[in-house]
Each structure stands twice: as C-alpha cells, then as structure tokens.
C-alpha cells in the first residue's frame, strides 16, 4: 500500500459522486478512482445479502487497482457490508454511518435526531446503533424516503413534487420534534435546502459526506497515507452499465464534466 496511490470510492451508482466532491475539497492534492455499480443500483431495496456479495466483487475490483484506502460512499453498502469489508480488505475501510453520527452527536442540543435513508439503510437500524453506542440516551427517530432516490436522479432537486413528497416523508420528525437530522443517503445532500425549508432552520442538516471526507483525512494522516506534495492529482472514473448517463446525471453532483468513464466489469459478471 502506498501513499502515492488513489483512493477508491465506491457508490451503488452516481450518489456517492457526493462523496467524492467532498472529498476532493477537503483533500486537494489526493487523486481518486470511483466505480458506481450502475448496473445494480438500487441497493436500497435490496437484501443484506445481496448488497454484501456487491460490495464483495467491488472490494476485489478495487483491490486490483492498488488502491490505499476505500471509502464505501453508499450508505446501505456502509449499513450491510461495512463490518466485513473491514475485515476482508488489506487497506483501510472507512464507511459512511459512523462520521455522520458523530456530526449529528455533535449537533444536537436537545438530543432528538431524526434519520432518514433507503428502506434498507433503516431497516438495518445501523445509524441508531452508531448514534446510541456513543450516547445511549439519545432519541432516533428514523424515516426511510425511498423516492428520494428517483426524484434527485431526475434532477428534481426544488420542483413541487419533491416538496411534496418531503412534507410527506418529514412530518413525522417534525411531530417528533428532531432538532437535528441526518441526510442518510447519498442523494440527499441534493435536497438538503429543500428539506432545510419544510423543516425550517432551527434543524441541524448533517450530510455524511463532508463529515466521512474529515474522518478519510484522519485516517490518512494517521496511517503515513497521504499524497506527497508535488504529486500529479488525476481522478477516474468507472460505472458498470451506462456510462453515457453517468457522465450526464453525474456531472451534476460533482459540478465538473466527468472525462472518460471505464465500462468496469465485476466478478460474478466476468465469469458469464
Ligand atoms: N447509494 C444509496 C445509499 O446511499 C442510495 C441509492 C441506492 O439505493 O442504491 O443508500
């Protein structure tokens, strides 16, 4: 494992490209290799299981990279597979669920704070562990927002239909009182103003992204990971299926034009 070599990321397709801004603007001079499994997302709706073998093929395929560290950008990978990954992988892991829970830990003044994620991420309840494990008196209230999903890959990030649907899926928290909520999954750092406005600005909005970008650099900076100065930073980019549109709906979410994408293929696809 050497400082000199990339970090992977890894999504079920473009949101962890959240991810990996933040990252790049914490973390200038680190150059990235990013696969969305575009060919299997939704992960949310998906098994454990099923999401864990994912998440298995995508480790070895980064693995062969040379990768020095991974960041699993997608929070139902984090929620079904972080646990093992750990295990498996011979460089460092660093999830998504953890740092956001600190954030919201740190945040909170009255200790309500409202979740919200893919079905699978609140089934998996990995963020009330995550939350309660560092302070067991706090209060989760967890909401999942399953067409969140499909409104952001639309690009429908302040359309009425979107505000519908938030004031649908928000008012329990807010009956519940949150002062604090996670945005957590991935796409949701695109409607964090539109969530801001239906439940107003008293509520701290903590996006995993910025704060997972954070614990990566202390990661790095603890192991003797982190890019030599002077390095040539170079960012690239893979998806399993559709490239073409992974550039198009990605470029949003990074807020740059995303060149040359790889057609990645992974194992259980390779042996076919
Ligand atoms: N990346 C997923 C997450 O953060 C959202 C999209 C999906 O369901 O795969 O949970």
């Not at 991974?70 to 498996?88: D, F, M, R, S």
């Not at 079905?119 to 706090?138: F, H, K």
């Not at 399953?146 to 008012?171: K, M, Q």
Request: a negative charge.
């Amino acid at each position: 494992m050497s400082a000199d070599a990339p970090i992977g990321v890894f999504d079920s397709g473009i949101g962890g490209l959240t991810v990996v801004r933040a990252i790049h603007a914490l973390l200038p001079r680190e150059s990235t290799l990013y696969l969305g499994d575009t060919a299997r997302v939704p992960y949310g709706s998906k098994s454990p299981e099923t999401v864990r073998r994912y998440a298995r093929e995508i480790l070895a395929w980064l693995e062969e990279r040379h990768v020095k560290a991974i960041v699993v950008a997608c929070n139902t990978a984090t929620a079904h597979a972080l646990e093992e990954l750990t295990a498996a992988a011979r460089v460092p892991v660093i999830g998504v669920i953890e740092p956001g829970a600190r954030a919201a830990l740190a945040a909170t003044r009255g200790g309500v704070i409202g979740v919200i994620g893919t079905a699978g991420t609140i089934r998996s309840g990995a963020y009330g562990r995550a939350l309660r494990r560092i302070r067991p008196d706090v209060r989760v209230v967890e909401q999942p927002c399953p067409l969140f999903v499909p409104l952001v890959e639309e690009g429908w990030f302040d359309h009425p239909a979107t505000r519908l649907v938030a004031e649908e899926y928000l008012a329990p928290l807010r009956a519940a009182g949150v002062d604090t909520i996670v945005l957590g999954c991935t796409h949701y750092p695109m409607l964090s103003a539109l969530i801001g406005e239906v439940l107003g600005p008293t509520v701290a909005r903590i996006d995993s992204a910025q704060e997972t970008a954070r614990e990566l650099a202390s990661v790095l900076a603890e192991r003797g990971l982190e890019a030599p100065a002077g390095q040539a930073v170079h960012h690239r980019w893979a998806a399993t299926d559709d490239v073409a549109r992974f550039a198009s709906v990605g470029e949003r979410f990074v807020g740059e034009t995303l060149p040359a994408i790889e057609l990645a293929v992974l194992g259980s696809d390779q042996a076919g």
